[in-house]
């Protein structure tokens, strides 16, 4: 049987009859399940990429946005007017620094930050973490270290630690602890502390070069660009960046499927020149992968006393592509959970969405206050998911401010619009004035309990 198969082939190729690739042979069901997990497996990188086309175009840095290899900080926290991106937070400052190492490693001078809780969490071209300089993992005193690309192999100097990216670009997104406004100044020290130097230049008088801006570029939201792109601009401009951002070592099951469909790490695709069962596959998976990604986001995580936590595949996800995607395209950037965990509330202990006309409470016992290392806040978003204007400019409470304790040690928050009263106004958080909303319980640097999932946010009761 093999010499018959064999000859049969050999005949084929004297005659000149074509054989059948394997892309050809695809059952149009398998050939449209790849092309969605391709998608799925390629919208971080994307969605990276275009942030980074975004994030850097300008010519020196302005607000959160720099050129490549060089720090942009957030001076203050965002307001009720602030819409650049949704859920913003009310507890740390914001540094950012979107990096290109593929040539030359970069040096990071940290200064020493007194104490202060930080952390500097380092996401490469997939968006996972593989690094998180800060108080918890390497403390608080001055530190400096260089990022490498993956292809790198030399010597750093003295003193410099080595975190190898696995791909040549990525982002840093860094949150330094800020205890309201009064502490701008004090944070704002660090933040210019924070130096990026080429390894090249390092040791030597720098001075960063201006930017180049695009103006050209669409500067609207990433997520929102990468909607509109068609599969043959998608795949065309992933294969790209495969280029000089590798594939994870424990990817080679979805790159083998992924060949099939013609697609091959390090070289360029285009649509057009896919069969015709492959072309129209890969041109049916945007919407198709695009409905499974932004609906796992809303369903991922743990529901427990009307409280979503999302406890794995967060900053660090292995082979689950899909919650890396999700988590990429409605919160790019998120800490792994031993930095921060972030309980979403939607509704209160009944079910019911949560209403600004009613008024909430929710009490933690002594024994079930947040359980945090550094500190904990809950955080106020309308309907838009943003901040929501109120008469007290108060978007979140947490431990660093003054709060009432019950004499018992237990504590009770006041969720609504108006005023609980003189003397309960301290532990309230106003609700928007109209409409719908949502909570966010931010734990930084939370203690295993949090983490096992044995400790719990308590129910959000209706008491009106």
């Known amino acids: 049987m093999k010499n018959s198969l064999f000859a049969l082939v050999c005949a084929g190729m004297l005659l000149n009859i074509p054989t059948l690739s394997a892309q050809e042979v695809l059952s149009a069901e398998d050939a449209r399940e790849i092309a969605r997990d391709a998608y799925i497996y390629a919208y971080p990188m994307v969605l990276m990429h275009v942030t980074k086309q975004v994030g850097t175009n300008v010519a020196e840095p302005v607000g959160m946005r720099a050129p490549v290899n060089q720090f942009a900080h957030a001076r203050s926290f965002p307001n009720a007017s602030f819409t650049d991106v949704v859920r913003p937070n009310a507890d740390t400052l914001y540094s950012a620094l979107t990096y290109d190492v593929s040539k030359d490693p970069l040096v990071i001078i940290v200064p020493d930050s007194g104490g202060r809780y930080f952390l500097l969490p380092w996401l490469d071209a997939w968006s996972d973490i593989f690094t998180s300089p800060g108080e918890r993992t390497t403390g608080t005193e001055a530190q400096t270290f260089a990022i490498t690309g993956p292809a790198w192999r030399g010597s750093l100097p003295a003193g410099i630690r080595e975190y190898k990216s696995p791909t040549g670009t990525g982002l840093l997104i860094g949150r330094t602890q800020t205890n309201g406004t009064s502490d701008y ?51 065309s401009l992933f294969a790209e960046l495969m280029k000089t951002n590798p594939p994870h070592d424990n990817d080679h099951p979805i790159l083998d499927r992924m060949r099939r469909i013609g697609f091959v790490p390090g070289k360029s695709f285009a649509l057009s020149d896919a069969p015709d069962n492959v072309r129209e596959a890969l041109k049916a998976a945007p919407a198709a992968a695009l409905a499974l990604i932004k609906a796992g986001w809303k369903s991922s995580g743990v529901l427990t006393n009307g409280w979503r936590t999302n406890l794995t595949a967060i900053g660090t996800y292995g082979t689950d592509y899909l919650h890396r995607a999700g988590v990429a395209y409605a919160g790019l950037g998120a800490n792994v959970i031993e930095d921060a965990i972030y309980p979403t509330a939607l509704a209160d202990a009944d079910g019911q969405p949560f209403s600004s006309d009613r008024h909430y409470r929710i009490h933690f016992d002594k024994d079930r206050i947040p359980p945090v290392r550094a500190f904990w806040s809950l955080t106020m978003y309308n309907d838009h998911q943003l901040f929501a204007e109120n008469p007290i400019n108060r978007y979140a409470i947490g431990d660093r401010d003054p709060l009432h304790f019950n004499p018992d040690g237990s504590l009770d928050l006041y969720i609504q619009r108006e005023s609980p009263g003189a003397e309960k106004e301290t532990n309230w958080l106003p609700a928007p004035a109209s409409g719908s909303f949502s909570m966010n319980l931010r734990l930084y640097w939370p203690k295993l309990e949090a983490l096992n999932g044995s400790w719990s946010p308590p129910p959000v009761n209706h008491v009106e």
Request: hydrophobic letters at 40%; zero cysteines; charged letters at 20%.
């Open 185 to 235: 100044a004090a944070v704002h020290k660090f933040q210019d502390g924070l130096k990026a130097v080429p390894l090249s230049a390092y040791g030597k008088a720098y001075t960063p070069p201006k930017g180049v801006v695009n103006r050209n570029q669409d500067m609207s939201a990433p997520p929102d660009q990468v909607d509109k792109l068609d599969a043959a601009a998608y795949f």
